[in-house]
């Protein structure tokens, strides 16, 4: 049987643009709806996840399944994406929080965006913001990477207790800030 | 029920919530049943990418890997002196060497010709 290889990755009978082609189809909503989360709007989640595939395709040759299953990969990607956003615009949660609790969690810029929040989702991503960004985090990659707990803790570092202390504590604190 | 078996349900409650088995959760109290609905209420915010942009996006990633491997092919080709012909950039040089080294023949053959003539 032919064998092809991408860098340490290998799978029998497929050229690079296969492997990496199904990759993408199985990992690009998660990635999306877990950058969505985090930066409140399409066209801002649109360009990340651009970002972020672009990224892995370049590192793609020196990607070893060994070390890591392709979604701890990818979502490391994705998350050093998202801070260095924050950090490029100069925008640190602090700040993402002061401007959410003056309107939304970020200015929706595109009309599909500003039609489709309702009061109740524009009050749910103010909540979202009131959160530290580690809770936000692990909110994200629950909900947004529809991840289990292990596969978050392989992300983030935490220890797969921790993670669900943190998730439950988190869900208990946004429902307060819900029924204020 | 210990706070910590407590969680542990509501855990596998979420994750049931968003695998799409809600009427799989089980076993909830008021507490939990609260932050249940939560749950659904930031499930129900998930947005999925377009088509438009999810197919876009996929073409572009394919293209540049495509040119990715292109060049890292020609970058391992061995350098083979016959194949020099073949290579666009030196088809012109080749060219001028062959006019010069035909010219610098004529020269030696009329340099040749005059002395024994």
């Given at each position: 049987m032919a064998m092809k290889t991408t860098g340490n990755f290998t799978e029998s009978g497929?050229?690079?643009?296969?492997v990496f082609g199904r990759?993408?189809?199985?990992?690009?909503?998660?990635?999306?709806q877990y950058i969505y989360y985090r930066v409140g709007n399409r066209v801002t989640a649109e360009d990340l996840t651009s970002d972020v595939?672009?990224?892995?395709?370049?590192?793609f040759?020196?990607?070893?399944p060994e070390k890591a299953a392709f979604l701890t990969w990818i979502f490391s990607i994705a998350r050093n994406t998202i801070i260095d956003y924050y950090r490029r615009r100069g925008k640190e949660m602090q700040l993402l929080k002061e401007e959410t609790e003056s309107r939304t969690l970020v200015s929706p810029q595109s009309p599909e965006d500003e039609a489709s929040r309702t009061e109740e989702t524009q009050k749910l991503y103010q909540c979202l913001a009131k959160l530290r960004p580690n809770e936000q985090e692990l909110i994200s990659l629950k909900f947004g990477g529809e991840m289990t707990n292990r596969e978050i803790a392989g992300i983030t570092g935490l220890s797969e207790s921790n993670v669900g202390t943190i998730l439950c504590r988190t869900m208990r604190k946004l429902r307060d800030y819900l029924e204020q | 029920m210990t706070d910590s078996e407590k969680d542990r349900r509501l855990l596998e409650n979420?994750?049931?919530?968003?695998?799409g088995k809600e009427n799989e959760i089980t076993g909830t109290d008021e507490?939990?049943?609260t932050v249940l609905n939560t749950?659904?209420?930031?499930?129900?915010?998930?947005?999925?990418?377009s088509k438009e942009f999810s197919a876009n996006l996929k073409a572009e990633l394919i293209h540049r890997l495509a040119e990715q491997e292109r060049k890292e092919r020609s970058d391992k080709q061995p350098f083979l002196f016959w194949e020099l012909s073949r290579?666009?950039?030196?088809?012109?040089?080749v060219s001028a060497l062959i006019v010069v080294a035909i010219a610098i023949i004529i020269f030696l053959i009329s340099v040749f010709l005059n002395r024994t003539g």
């Open positions: 497929s050229s690079t643009a296969e990759l993408y189809e199985r990992h690009l909503q998660g990635v999306f595939f672009s990224k892995a395709l370049a590192a040759s020196r990607y070893n | 979420i994750d049931r919530l968003l695998a507490d939990s049943r749950a659904k209420k930031l499930a129900s915010v998930r947005k999925k990418p290579r666009t950039m030196w088809q012109g040089t």
